[in-house]
């Protein structure tokens, strides 16, 4: 099946700082892609809809000043966690199809600890 | 996406078939049945989906009420590592953003 791939894994940074989270698609190219954000002993929710080309579209409640999500690409989207804070602690995971009527595909998941 | 529900976990022998069951009423004609699962601290892992045939793939078997409120995923051997929350979702095929429910844990169990 289609690959997408999410860097880096886990990430540790310091109260203040920002941390980027890149998503790719491998083998296909995703016009869109969708960052969901999982508390632990939670579910998945969605916190926006990265476009390639245009702006992103954010969920209610989701700050698009602290998550700034760029899709350069087709291949590619970053979620920057601007000044980051303890409770932006998180599992942030991305997920892409390449076309309507195919199943999304996620990635591995990124556990983003700030101290 | 219609609502889903399902049991809020679930234990298998190792070996033996895990049927997971979810209720899907209102689901409209237009929606699927998906079936994904995700394994601690990984992202989520597409399994099956569906219309109103029932399914099968390398990984499960998806069977689908005639009426289409309900389904069950079949895993047909069952190993540790199905340990796993598995999450039923109806969604529309145009939708491509999923909305996650709180899923069933399955422990599969030595």
């Known amino acids: 099946g289609a690959v997408v791939s999410q860097h880096p894994s886990w990430v540790i940074c310091k109260s203040g700082t920002s941390v980027k989270i890149e998503c790719r698609s491998l083998?296909?190219?995703?016009?869109?892609m969708f960052w969901y954000r999982q508390f632990p002993k939670q579910s998945l929710m969605l916190m926006a809809t990265?476009?390639?080309?245009?702006?992103?579209?954010?969920e209610q409640g989701v700050e698009k000043d602290k998550f700034l999500i760029n899709h350069a690409s087709l291949t590619l989207s970053t979620l920057t966690v601007t000044s980051a804070h303890p409770e932006d602690s998180s599992f942030y995971i991305c997920?892409?199809?390449?076309?309507?009527?195919?199943?999304?595909?996620f990635g591995q998941g990124t556990r983003l600890t700030v101290v | 996406d219609a609502k889903t529900t399902q049991p809020t976990s679930m234990d298998c022998a190792e070996g033996r078939a895990a049927n997971l069951p979810c209720n899907h009423s209102?689901?409209?004609?237009?929606?699927?049945v998906y079936w994904y699962r995700q394994i601690h601290s990984q992202g989520p892992q597409y399994i099956i989906h569906?219309?109103?045939n029932n399914e099968t793939n390398e990984m499960a078997s998806l069977i689908i009420t005639e009426d289409r409120k309900s389904s069950t995923l079949i895993l047909p051997h069952a190993t540790l590592r199905d340990t796993a929350v598995y999450y039923c979702?109806?969604?529309?095929?145009?939708?491509?953003?999923?909305?996650f429910g709180s899923g069933t844990q399955l422990t599969v169990l030595p």
């Open positions: 990265s476009n390639e080309g245009s702006k992103a579209t954010y």
């Open positions: 997920s892409a199809s390449g076309t309507v009527n195919t199943e999304a595909f």
């Open positions: 569906g219309l109103k």
């Open positions: 979702i109806a969604h529309t095929m145009s939708a491509r953003q999923l909305t």
């Open positions: 209102t689901i409209s004609g237009n929606e699927y």
């Open positions: 083998d296909f190219q995703a016009t869109t």
